[in-house]
C-alpha cells in the first residue's frame, strides 16, 4: 500500500536529523550520483518470501520501487523453512560482502542475525521491519502499531458477523502476532459487547513454518468455522491463502492482513474476502532505501501507526461497506487518544 502521510512524516524526520529457495538480482549502469559510494540494495525475505502475496511481497513492492525509480543495483535472497539464526547471518553476510551495501532484514526474526553482523560492516546501512531491539549507528528500525488496524478489522468482524461468533487464526504464537489478536479481539468487544471471539495459531516458535503453510492455514480456519465462527481475521503470512480456500469452501467470510489481500487473491476466494488491515511496510522500505540514497539516513525506531497513516484498513466487499462510518469513528477516537487498542493480551 502506498501511505503518503507516512513518507511526509518520514521526510520531514530524515530532514531534521540530517519464496522460493533461489536469489535473484538486476542491476542498472546507473547510480544516485548524491551517494559517496556506488549504492547497491539487498533484502533478506522472511519465510514465505516473494509471493506470498502478504508480509514479504508489501516489503518486496517497496525494495523494487527503489530499485527502479534510483536505478539501484540490487539482489535478494530468500529464507528456508526450519533455518536457524546462523542461515540468517550468513544471508546478510553473503549480501554485505557482494557489496550490497544497503540491505533489508525482512521480519523480526532476524534481530539476533542483524545484532552479530552489523557491527562487523560499519559502512553497510541495514534496516529491519518488526523489530526495535537491534541498536548501532547502521540499523534503523521500523514497526508498527499493528494492534490498532487490527482494532479496526475487529470491529468489522464482529458487526459482519451473523453467528455471533468470530475467529483470528495467527501463523505463529509469539508477541508480534498476539499483538494483532490482542487489538483484533478489543476491536470486536467494542462494536459488539456480546461477540464470541474464537483463536488458533499454526505453530509455536521455533518452529515458523505457521507463516508459510497454506494447508495448515485451512485447516486452522476450517476449525474455527466448525465452532461456529462466520467471520475470521487472519495474521498468517503466506498461510493466509489457506485460510481465504477455507472461507470459500465454507462460504463464510474472512479479512486479510499486511497488505490489499483482496487484489491478489485467486478469483474463486475473493468473492469471500471482506477486507485487509493494512501495514505499510512498502511505505517503510521504499523510505530507508530513499533516505541512504538521499544522504539523510538516520539510525534509530520509526514507529508507525493510525496518526501516522502507517497502518489501516480497507473495505473491499460492497455488502459490509455499510459499517465504514462505524469503522472511521473508531479510527478517530484511536488517532485522537480517546481509544486505547491493547497491544498484549
Known amino acids: 500500500m502506498k501511505f503518503a502521510a507516512v513518507a511526509a512524516v518520514m521526510a520531514l524526520a530524515l530532514t531534521a536529523c540530517g519464496g522460493s529457495d533461489s536469489d535473484s538480482s538486476s542491476s542498472s549502469d546507473s547510480s544516485s550520483s548524491s551517494s559517496a559510494q556506488t549504492l547497491k540494495i539487498g533484502l533478506a525475505f522472511d519465510i514465505g518470501g516473494r509471493g506470498d502475496k502478504s508480509f514479504?511481497?508489501?516489503a518486496a513492492a517497496g525494495f523494487d520501487k527503489a530499485a527502479k525509480e534510483f536505478k539501484l543495483e540490487s539482489k535478494e535472497l530468500a529464507a528456508?523453512?526450519?533455518?536457524?539464526?546462523a542461515d540468517k547471518e550468513a544471508r546478510l553476510k553473503e549480501l554485505a560482502d557482494a557489496g550490497y551495501n544497503t540491505i533489508v532484514a525482512v521480519g523480526f526474526a532476524y534481530a539476533n542475525a542483524l545484532k552479530a553482523v552489523a557491527p562487523d560492516y560499519p559502512d553497510t546501512k541495514f534496516q529491519i521491519i518488526d523489530d526495535a531491539s537491534v541498536t548501532g549507528d547502521n540499523v534503523a528500525s521500523y514497526t508498527f502499531k499493528e494492534n490498532e488496524a487490527a482494532y479496526l478489522v475487529g470491529a468489522l468482524a464482529a458487526l459482519s458477523s451473523k453467528s455471533g461468533t468470530v475467529g483470528f487464526v495467527g501463523g505463529v504464537n509469539n508477541p508480534l502476532i498476539q499483538k494483532f489478536q490482542a487489538g483484533f479481539q478489543a476491536g470486536a468487544k467494542a462494536a459488539k459487547p456480546s461477540?464470541?471471539?474464537l483463536s488458533t495459531y499454526i505453530s509455536q516458535p521455533p518452529d515458523f513454518s505457521g507463516f508459510a503453510a497454506p494447508d495448515k492455514g485451512k485447516v486452522a480456519a476450517t476449525g474455527l468455522y466448525e465452532r461456529g465462527a462466520d467471520v475470521i481475521y487472519a495474521a498468517a503470512g503466506l498461510s493466509n491463502n489457506g485460510v481465504f480456500e477455507a472461507?470459500?469452501?465454507a462460504k463464510k467470510w474472512a479479512i486479510?492482513?499486511?497488505s490489499d489481500q483482496y487484489q491478489t487473491a485467486a478469483a474463486a476466494v475473493k468473492p469471500y474476502i471482506i477486507g485487509s488491515a493494512l501495514k505499510g511496510v512498502d511505505t517503510a522500505v521504499y523510505e530507508f532505501i530513499k533516505s541512504?540514497?538521499?544522504n539523510s539516513f538516520k539510525a534509530g525506531n520509526t514507529v508507525l501507526g493510525l496518526k501516522e497513516d502507517g497502518v489501516g484498513?480497507?473495505?473491499n466487499n460492497e455488502q459490509f461497506k455499510q459499517y465504514a462510518t462505524q469503522i472511521d469513528k473508531f479510527k478517530a477516537d484511536i488517532i485522537s487518544g480517546k481509544i486505547t487498542a491493547p497491544d498484549k493480551l
Open 195 to 197: 461477540i464470541k471471539v
Open 313 to 315: 484498513y480497507v473495505i
Open 247 to 249: 472461507a470459500a469452501a
Open 292 to 294: 541512504v540514497e538521499g
Open 56 to 58: 514479504n511481497d508489501s
Open 80 to 85: 528456508k523453512d526450519g533455518e536457524v539464526d
Open 256 to 258: 486479510g492482513t499486511d
